[in-house]
């Protein structure tokens, strides 16, 4: 069983910063693909980033150039730098866990607001 954890979202103004982090149980984290997610309100779930275990990386187009997808296994957490935020960002952030190559994500944090304000 993996826990995941987010943390950092919170209110800011469009062309402002934000870091989530997502903190992760477990001794095998390092092998894990991570996944940043997000839903808004009436819509349905959508990818946003992902980090493999040897640090490779996939963006959605629409944070391309803006949001940086990272990972610390030393601490067992991934991050996710979200610069020059825009009012269409708003959502509930998810991270999650993909155990096997290719497979579906299998373990889900719990979210965490973003808010953009115009």
């Known amino acids: 069983q993996v826990q995941l954890v987010e943390s950092g979202g919170g209110l800011v103004q469009a062309g402002g910063s934000l870091r989530l982090s997502c903190a992760a149980s477990?001794?095998?984290?390092?092998?894990?693909?991570m996944g940043w997610f997000r839903q808004a309100p009436g819509k349905e779930r959508e990818f946003v980033a992902s980090i493999t275990w040897s640090d490779g990386v996939v963006y959605e187009d629409s944070v391309k150039g803006r949001f940086t997808v990272s990972r610390d296994n030393a601490k067992n957490t991934v991050y996710l730098q979200m610069n020059s935020l825009k009012p269409e960002d708003t959502a509930v952030y998810y991270c999650?866990?993909?155990?096997?190559?290719?497979?579906?994500?299998?373990?889900w944090g719990q979210g965490t607001q973003v808010t953009v304000s115009s």
């Open positions: 477990g001794r095998t984290f390092s092998r894990y693909g």
């Open positions: 999650a866990a993909q155990v096997v190559v290719g497979a579906a994500y299998r373990y």
